[in-house]
């Protein structure tokens, strides 16, 4: 991967795990042939897939269950406030029901980034999806565009999945020092309260003062070994900000 596309892919992560809402486009069922586009908002798995939770009497809804293809677009203004020269990230692939033995799992993760969504479980019509993706088209300004590789986009089941509770434990009990120094390093903040609540195989969430943000890597980690070298790496790579 050369250098301009490993940073529009590193833009594009951060774009993805950064912001919880997009404009969600389905294959309209009443329209035949015209995309129907709705507002929602969504989490991203460990891997780059987005979860959705809908009412089955959403139009989106029904229109999946007609045809699975469907769209998100995800937008972020720069701060020249020129609209054109926004970043966009446009995410093509499969919106269907999460299977059974993963909902519990999407449910948690749910309510850890949208803790508002807890009310909607005590409605019957609610459900989880998924849209894994398979195309995906950047736009981080005028003259950054691109279609990024579908390797590190398409759905995987990361090996550190069974073990990511004990993962976070341990980092927020033993290395909570590497945690701070990381957080200031991408994010300019300090707080020596800051713990990390999830991991992805880009990266990690961490919760500070009420807030959730974004730590990432620099490359992929699909299982634990990989997973503990990125962190190691990050530790000495961000050690002048420890407190």
Known sequence: MNDKIKKYELSATNLLRSTNSGILST?????????FG????????????????????????????????ACITLSREKKDDDKQNSQRLTLMGDLEPVNENDKEYIKNRFHTFLPESKKYSKMH????????????????????????????????????????????????????????????????????????????????FIESRGEIFYINFDDICLNAKSYREMLISQAKQYRKFEQ
């Open 27 to 35: 294959i309209s069922k009443a329209y035949k042939g015209y995309p």
């Open 38 to 69: 709705s507002y929602v908002t969504f989490i991203t798995g460990p891997d780059r897939s987005i979860y959705i939770y809908a009412s089955t009497l959403a139009q989106h809804t029904k229109n999946l269950f007609k045809d699975s293809k």
């Open 125 to 204: 019509d609610f459900d989880f999806y998924k849209l894994s993706l398979h195309k995906i088209r950047w736009i981080g300004g005028f003259g950054e565009i691109a279609w990024l590789k579908n390797k590190n986009w398409k759905p995987h089941s990361p090996k550190w999945l069974s073990t990511e509770i004990q993962m976070i434990e341990h980092m927020n009990e033993d290395h909570q020092n590497v945690i701070y120094s990381t957080f200031k390093a991408q994010h300019g903040k300090a707080d020596k309260k800051a713990k990390m609540i999830a991991l992805c195989v880009d990266g990690y």
